[in-house]
C-alpha cells in the first residue's frame, strides 16, 4: 500500500510539473476582450490565420467590455479590443492605453417576441428610438445586460435619448441580469422579453425560443470596435512588439479580410473599417 | 539479563482528584519486585486510576509516584494493556511493529523481536490478518505481546479479561504467567476474585480511593484484616 | 426532441467521438482538480490533525473560521486570486494569472478548508479512542499526527473526495482567474458556462453529462483501490497461512 501511495504521490508531482505554464515554449499575448467576438466564434475564424504568420499565438480572455478595460488596467493583458469609444478614449486619455485603432464595426439590434405586444417592430434610420420609447409605453419586459459593457452602455445611451428613465423602472418591467450577452438573450427568451443584442452573438446564439428580431438597420446602431495597445510605459512587461504586430495585422489588408470572410449562414458578421 | 531495577515503585501521598471530587486519597505504598500484585476493590475504588498514575497517563494532584533507576519520562520499562485496548488498523504484527518503532528499535532488530512476541502470544498463524479481525482473546493477547515487546520491567493489566469467555480467559492467564516468567513484573486489576486468588502474590485493597489493606495474597483471602476487605471477600455489596 | 433528450445524446456524440477539443478540456481538468486536492490533502491533512491535537488560546476560533471558510463562495475566492497574482497585486511579477498554475492555486485555496475541518473532525475522533493507548505506547501527540492520519484513511478519502467534488465543480474562481482561455485555461465548467452563454443548452447539459462521468470515474477509482488494497491483504493473509 505504501508503494501505490508513493507512485501515486509521484503521479501527482508529475501532473503539478505539466501544470505549470508552457509560457517559454512560445511567444503569446494576452487579449483582453468582449464576449461578443469571442462567443460570435470570430476568434477561432480569424486567429489561427494571424498565428500561423507569425508565430505569436493570441490568448483570449473574453470579458464585458467594462471589465475589459478594467483588466487590460491592471496590466492583466498586452492588448484590448472593445467596443465602447467613449470608454476606450477615456482608457488612452487616462494613460492606460496607446495606440488606439478602430478595427471593424458590427450592429446592434432590438430582439423581442414575434408576438410583439408593444408594436416595436421597424426598420432603418431612426427606428430604434420610438421602438424603445413605445416598449416603455406598453411597459413590456426587457432584459438588460446591466453589466457596465459596451452594449450596456449603448443601451443606456439609447434610453436616455428616448427620454425613459430606466432606473426607476428597473425590478419592474426593466430586468437588469449583470450578466454577458449570451445569458441575457437566455432569460429574455425565457421571459419573452425584448433586448438590445449584438448581432454577431445573436447569430452563433442557439436558444432562441419565441424571440427574433424587430428593429435593425439603423445607423444609430452602429458598434465600433476599438483595438488598444496597453502603455508599456505604465505597464513594462507587456508585449509590445507582439501586441503591435497584432494590432497591425488586424488592421493590415490581409486581417480585414480574414474578418470580412466570417460568416454565420451566409451572413457577414463584422465589417472592417481600419483606417 | 538487567543489570538494573526500576523497582520498587514508590507511591508518596498520591492523591487524584477530578471535577472538584477527590478520587484517590493520599496513597503511600511500596511495590517491590516478585510475584504479580494485585488490585482489589469494588466497583469505583479507584483502581483503574491508581494503575494510570503509576503508569503516568495521570499526574497525580498532590504526592509524587517514584521509580527506582529512573528518570521520570521512560515510559518504555513499564508497559500497560487496556481493557479495551485499541488495535491499530493494520496487521498484528505491525501493531506490535509499530510498538518498538516509537521506542527508537532498529528495523533489524524489530524483525526478531516481532516474531518472539507473536510466538509467545500463540499469534504466529495470525500475523498478517489484520489486528482488528481478531477476536476478543486474540485482541487481548496481541494487546499483552505488544507490550511484552519492548521487553518492560513492569506490566500494567487493567481488567485483562473483563470480557472474554472462560477459555480465552484461560488462555490470556497462561500468556501473563509466561509473562511473568520472563521477568515481568505483573501489577493487575480484576473483578475476578478467582483470578485473584490464582494469579496474586500479593493483594491491594481499595475502598473508595483509599488503599485499605496491603498484605501477602495467602492471608489477605485466607483472614482479612479489614470488615470492607471481609465483606468484599464475602461478596457483600460495598460502596 | 427535448432539451434533455438533446443532452444526453449530445453526451454520447462527445464521448463516442472522442472529440479531441473535449479530451484537451477533460484532461486539464483533471490535471487542475487533482493538482489542487493533493496539494490542499498535502496542506489540510497536517493542519487539521494539528488543529485537532493541539491546545493553544483561540484555538476553538481558528476552527470556527476554518468551518467558515468551508463556505467561501468560488467567486470570491476567484476574485482574491485575482487581486494576488494580477501585475497591479503583489505577486504580479509572476506572471501567473490566466495560467493553469492560477486556477490550481484558487482551487487549492477553495478545497483546503474542507479537508482540514474532514481531517480535523477524524483526527479529534481518532484521539479520543485511541490516546491514552498511543501515549502509553510511547507517542507524543506529535508522533502520533501520522500514526491517526493513517488510522483514518477511510474516512479521510471521503474529505477528499469532497474536496475534489468541489474542485472539479467549481466555474467562478477559475473563470476569473483562469480566464477561460481556449487550448490555455478552458476546463470544463468554464466550457459549460461559454456553452451556456452561446446558447447552445444541449451541448452545455451534454458537457454536464461528461463532467458527472469524469466524477463518477474518480469516486469508482478510490473505491476499487480500497476495495484492492483489502484485496492484497487477503491474499497476503492466505499466502501466509
Known amino acids: 500500500m505504501k508503494k501505490t501511495l508513493g507512485s501515486l504521490a509521484a503521479a501527482f508531482v508529475l501532473t503539478l510539473g505539466l501544470a505549470a505554464p508552457a509560457a517559454a515554449q512560445e511567444q503569446f499575448i494576452v487579449v483582453a476582450s468582449t464576449t461578443s467576438t469571442e462567443q460570435s466564434g470570430l476568434f477561432k475564424h480569424i486567429l489561427p490565420r494571424f498565428t500561423e504568420q507569425s508565430g505569436i499565438e493570441v490568448r483570449v480572455v473574453a470579458q464585458g467590455t467594462g471589465q475589459a478595460l478594467k483588466t487590460a488596467a491592471n496590466g492583466d493583458a498586452d492588448v484590448v479590443l472593445v467596443h465602447d469609444t467613449v470608454a476606450e478614449e477615456k482608457f488612452v486619455a487616462d494613460g492606460f492605453g496607446v495606440d488606439r485603432r478602430p478595427v471593424m464595426y458590427n450592429d446592434f439590434i432590438l430582439i423581442g417576441p414575434k408576438a410583439d405586444p408593444a408594436e416595436a417592430r421597424s426598420q432603418g434610420e431612426g427606428s430604434t428610438v420610438p421602438a424603445l420609447q413605445k416598449i416603455a409605453q406598453a411597459e413590456a419586459p426587457f432584459v438588460s445586460r446591466g453589466d457596465n459593457s459596451g452594449t450596456h452602455a449603448a443601451e443606456l445611451r439609447f434610453w436616455s435619448q428616448a427620454g425613459v428613465d430606466v432606473k426607476a423602472a428597473s425590478g419592474n418591467w426593466y430586468r437588469e441580469t449583470g450578466s454577458g450577452m449570451g445569458p441575457t438573450l437566455n432569460t429574455a427568451a425565457a421571459m419573452d422579453a425584448y433586448v438590445l443584442a449584438d448581432r454577431g452573438t445573436w447569430l452563433s446564439f442557439k436558444n432562441r425560443g419565441n424571440l427574433e428580431i424587430l428593429v435593425e438597420g439603423d445607423p444609430a446602431m452602429f458598434n465600433q470596435y476599438g483595438v488598444i495597445l496597453v502603455n508599456p510605459e505604465r505597464h513594462p512587461h507587456v508585449k509590445a512588439d507582439a501586441g503591435r504586430a497584432f494590432m497591425d495585422w488586424l488592421t493590415s489588408e490581409d486581417g480585414q479580410q480574414a474578418i470580412a470572410s466570417y460568416q454565420i449562414d451566409g451572413e457577414q458578421l463584422f465589417f472592417p473599417n481600419a483606417e | 539479563m538487567r543489570n538494573f531495577s526500576i523497582l520498587p515503585l514508590e507511591l508518596c501521598g498520591v492523591s487524584f482528584s477530578a471535577g472538584g471530587k477527590k478520587l484517590i486519597h493520599d496513597i503511600d505504598l511500596m511495590i517491590e519486585d516478585g510475584p504479580a500484585t494485585i488490585l482489589l476493590g469494588p466497583n469505583g475504588a479507584g483502581k483503574s486510576l491508581l494503575l494510570r498514575l503509576c503508569h503516568g497517563l495521570l499526574q497525580p494532584t498532590t504526592g509524587q509516584v517514584i521509580w527506582r533507576d529512573l528518570g521520570r519520562h521512560m515510559p518504555k520499562l513499564h508497559a500497560m494493556v487496556f481493557q479495551r485496548p485499541v488495535m491499530l488498523r493494520r496487521s498484528a504484527a505491525a501493531n506490535i511493529d509499530y510498538a518498538l518503532k516509537l521506542n527508537g528499535i532498529c528495523r533489524q532488530s524489530r524483525k526478531k523481536l516481532v516474531a518472539e512476541a507473536l510466538e509467545l502470544a500463540g499469534l504466529s498463524d495470525q500475523a498478517q490478518t489484520p489486528a482488528r479481525v481478531l477476536s476478543g482473546g486474540q485482541q487481548q493477547r496481541l494487546a499483552i505481546a505488544r507490550a511484552w515487546a519492548c521487553r518492560p520491567q513492569v506490566l500494567f493489566l487493567d481488567e485483562p479479561t473483563a470480557s472474554l469467555d472462560p477459555q480465552a480467559t484461560k488462555a490470556v492467564e497462561t500468556l501473563i504467567g509466561q509473562v511473568q516468567e520472563s521477568g515481568t513484573k505483573i501489577i493487575m486489576t480484576t473483578h475476578d476474585l478467582g483470578q485473584a486468588r490464582r494469579l496474586a502474590g500479593e493483594v491491594l485493597f481499595l475502598h473508595s480511593g483509599r488503599l485499605i489493606e496491603h498484605r501477602p495474597a495467602e492471608p489477605f483471602f485466607s483472614g482479612p484484616a479489614t470488615s470492607e476487605a471481609r465483606a468484599f471477600l464475602a461478596g457483600d455489596l460495598l460502596w | 426532441m427535448s432539451t434533455i433528450g438533446e443532452s444526453f445524446a449530445a453526451a454520447l456524440a462527445l464521448i463516442l467521438g472522442m472529440d479531441p477539443a473535449l479530451r484537451e478540456i ?129 474516512p479521510l478519502t471521503t474529505g477528499i473526495l469532497a474536496g475534489f467534488g468541489r474542485a472539479s465543480a467549481e466555474v467562478g474562481a477559475v473563470m476569473i482567474v483562469g480566464g477561460n482561455i481556449e487550448h490555455v485555461t478552458r476546463v470544463m465548467t468554464t466550457a459549460i458556462a461559454l456553452e451556456v452563454s452561446r446558447g447552445d443548452l444541449p451541448l452545455a447539459l451534454g458537457l454536464g453529462i461528461v463532467l458527472l462521468i469524469l466524477s463518477l470515474g474518480v469516486n469508482a477509482a478510490t473505491a476499487l483501490l480500497a476495495m484492492a488494497t483489502r484485496q492484497e491483504r487477503r491474499l497476503m493473509r492466505r499466502r501466509v497461512a
Open chain 3, 26 to 154: 477533460v484532461g486539464l481538468s483533471l490535471q487542475v482538480s487533482l493538482t489542487a486536492v493533493f496539494l490542499a490533502a498535502l496542506i489540510g491533512l497536517p493542519l487539521g490533525a494539528l488543529l485537532a491535537l493541539s491546545s493553544f488560546p483561540g484555538r476553538g476560533a481558528v476552527i470556527v473560521l476554518s468551518n467558515t471558510l468551508m463556505g467561501l463562495p468560488p467567486v470570491v475566492v476567484g476574485l482574491l486570486v485575482y487581486l494576488m497574482l494580477s501585475r497591479a497585486g503583489p505577486f504580479g511579477v509572476l506572471s501567473l494569472l490566466y495560467t493553469p498554475t492560477a486556477m490550481i492555486i484558487a482551487q487549492v485555496v477553495l478545497v483546503t478548508p474542507i479537508i482540514v475541518a474532514y481531517s480535523r473532525q477524524v483526527v479529534e475522533d481518532l484521539w479520543t479512542e485511541y490516546g491514552e493507548q498511543l501515549r502509553s505506547l510511547g507517542a507524543g501527540r506529535l508522533s502520533a499526527t501520522p500514526t491517526l492520519l493513517w488510522e483514518g484513511r477511510f
